[in-house]
């Protein structure tokens, strides 16, 4: 059985071509470091958004000891598993540019799906929420009332949906975030590039305060046509979310393959969780309320705070898999790579789309515990 390690990095080698390293430079070092820039990258679905925006955060690296990320992509998030919108501070360079890695955010909100259209009006909640932290804690330029402790750019990475409500929701971010920068890269098909100029704009508004870089992507054919890289998105995004539950278990234990994962996790001590202590939130769907436990069962839901935010937003700490639920004892099941002091913050569980990978589940020689028939009492 393939290693899903070895399945994550089986990316092509990257090319940054002299119009990448002359954007990504000015932007770097042309611009004042107070207020520092905040730049974010858009184009087409598989332009590079993502290739891009890790060499900028290691040219950006070279001058700030820190960078602020803004990942609004749900589908592939740079450093979550999918279904995230996060804010994480990186410090350390991307050794490998085509690859994401995990790492944990300072903020995140659980959207629980993989495109924004289930649900535009939350999803732009989130990403101006990520936003407005960003600008407390770490752009508070010209605002005397509150200073950032430090300040550090920004890079917003946004979705690769950008007609239709995708090119709306890209106007309104881009309208609330006002980047100093933005980087459009285009592909040679231009039907499916966003449109000329500073597209987000209406006519006279506020032109000359954002630096518009338009690049192309990196590689093209002997005719000058884009060549596009087309990922398998749904198994890219199986193993993010394996890689996110290896984190269960320590670095040395010798877990490598999708079976070892499948193996570990089912025989991994779940945290028990008093039903009596937790809210339950269904994020894109309503469940008549008897159908509730069922619905949980054998699903992966986000570990949220309510406690401290409004109702609609809260901040989540990571993923959880409901191994099963004991409705007499009044107890949840969770296996989840938190750690146990921020778990002990949770007190809601969202329910979106995000699944368990079915290779989890049908593995030849593990039997799942997730799909066991009569988990649940049935009165
Ligand atoms: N400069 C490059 N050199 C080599 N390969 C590249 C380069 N840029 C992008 N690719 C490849 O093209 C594919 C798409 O790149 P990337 O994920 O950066 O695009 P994206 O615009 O972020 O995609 P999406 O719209 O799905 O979010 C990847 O497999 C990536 O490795």
């Given at each position: 059985m393939s290693s899903f390690l070895e399945l994550e990095n089986s990316?092509?080698?990257?090319?940054?071509?002299?119009?990448?390293?002359?954007?990504?430079?000015?932007?770097?070092?042309?611009?004042?470091?107070?207020?520092?820039?905040?730049?974010?990258?858009?184009?087409?679905?598989?332009?590079?958004?993502?290739?891009?925006?890790?060499?900028?955060?290691?040219?950006?690296?070279?001058?700030?000891?820190?960078?602020?990320?803004?990942?609004?992509?749900?589908?592939q998030p740079?450093?979550t598993p999918p279904g995230f919108?996060?804010?994480?501070?990186?410090?350390?360079?991307?050794?490998?540019?085509?690859?994401?890695?995990l790492?944990?955010?300072?903020?995140?909100?659980f959207?629980g799906?993989i495109?924004?259209?289930?649900?535009?009006?939350?999803?732009?909640?989130?990403?101006?929420?990520?936003?407005?932290?960003?600008?407390?804690?770490?752009?508070?330029?010209?605002?005397?009332?509150?200073?950032?402790?430090?300040?550090?750019?920004?890079?917003?990475?946004?979705?690769?949906?950008?007609?239709?409500?995708?090119?709306?929701?890209?106007?309104?971010?881009?309208?609330?975030?006002?980047?100093?920068?933005?980087?459009?890269?285009?592909?040679?098909?231009?039907?499916?590039?966003?449109?000329?100029?500073?597209?987000?704009?209406?006519?006279?508004?506020?032109?000359?305060?954002?630096?518009?870089?338009?690049?192309?992507?990196?590689?093209?054919?002997?005719?000058?046509?884009?060549?596009?890289?087309?990922?398998d998105a749904s198994l890219m995004r199986d193993l993010r979310i394996m890689a996110y539950f290896r984190q269960c278990f320590s670095?040395?234990s010798n877990i490598t393959t999708i079976k070892e994962l499948a193996n570990a996790l089912a025989s991994h001590p779940p945290y028990?969780?008093?039903?009596?202590?937790?809210?339950?939130?269904?994020?894109?769907?309503?469940?008549?309320?008897?159908?509730?436990?069922?619905s949980l069962n054998a699903t992966i839901v986000g570990l949220?705070?309510?406690?401290?935010?409004?109702?609609?937003?809260?901040?989540?700490?990571g993923l959880g898999i409901v191994r099963g639920i004991?409705?007499?004892?009044?107890?949840l099941y969770v296996i989840t790579p938190v750690?146990?002091?921020?778990?002990?913050?949770?007190?809601?569980?969202?329910q979106g789309f995000i699944q368990i990978p079915s290779c989890l589940l049908q593995v030849k020689g593990c039997i799942s515990p997730y799909m066991c028939a009569?988990i649940?009492?049935?009165?």
């Amino acid at each position: 059985m393939s290693s899903f390690l070895e399945l994550e990095n089986s990316s092509p080698n990257i090319f940054i071509p002299e119009e990448w390293s002359e954007a990504a430079e000015s932007i770097v070092f042309d611009s004042p470091t107070s207020p520092p820039p905040v730049v974010l990258i858009c184009g087409a679905k598989n332009c590079g958004k993502s290739t891009f925006s890790r060499h900028l955060l290691n040219v950006f690296l070279q001058r700030y000891k820190k960078v602020v990320y803004l990942d609004s992509d749900v589908g592939q998030p740079e450093f979550t598993p999918p279904g995230f919108l996060s804010l994480t501070v990186v410090d350390r360079l991307t050794p490998d540019l085509s690859t994401p890695c995990l790492k944990t955010p300072e903020r995140c909100f659980f959207f629980g799906d993989i495109s924004s259209k289930r649900d535009p009006t939350a999803y732009l909640s989130y990403a101006n929420a990520l936003y407005d932290y960003y600008h407390k804690e770490y752009n508070s330029f010209n605002k005397t009332e509150e200073l950032a402790k430090i300040e550090l750019p920004l890079i917003v990475n946004t979705p690769g949906w950008v007609k239709g409500i995708g090119y709306e929701i890209l106007v309104d971010m881009l309208k609330y975030i006002a980047p100093s920068h933005v980087v459009k890269i285009n592909i040679s098909a231009e039907s499916k590039n966003l449109p000329a100029g500073e597209f987000w704009l209406e006519e006279e508004e506020n032109y000359g305060t954002t630096s518009l870089i338009e690049i192309r992507s990196a590689r093209q054919d002997e005719f000058n046509r884009s060549i596009l890289v087309q990922k398998d998105a749904s198994l890219m995004r199986d193993l993010r979310i394996m890689a996110y539950f290896r984190q269960c278990f320590s670095r040395d234990s010798n877990i490598t393959t999708i079976k070892e994962l499948a193996n570990a996790l089912a025989s991994h001590p779940p945290y028990q969780v008093p039903i009596s202590s937790i809210k339950i939130r269904h994020l894109h769907s309503q469940v008549p309320s008897d159908q509730i436990f069922y619905s949980l069962n054998a699903t992966i839901v986000g570990l949220a705070t309510c406690s401290n935010n409004s109702e609609n937003s809260s901040w989540c700490v990571g993923l959880g898999i409901v191994r099963g639920i004991d409705t007499f004892k009044g107890l949840l099941y969770v296996i989840t790579p938190v750690p146990h002091g921020t778990l002990e913050k949770v007190d809601l569980l969202l329910q979106g789309f995000i699944q368990i990978p079915s290779c989890l589940l049908q593995v030849k020689g593990c039997i799942s515990p997730y799909m066991c028939a009569n988990i649940l009492p049935t009165s």
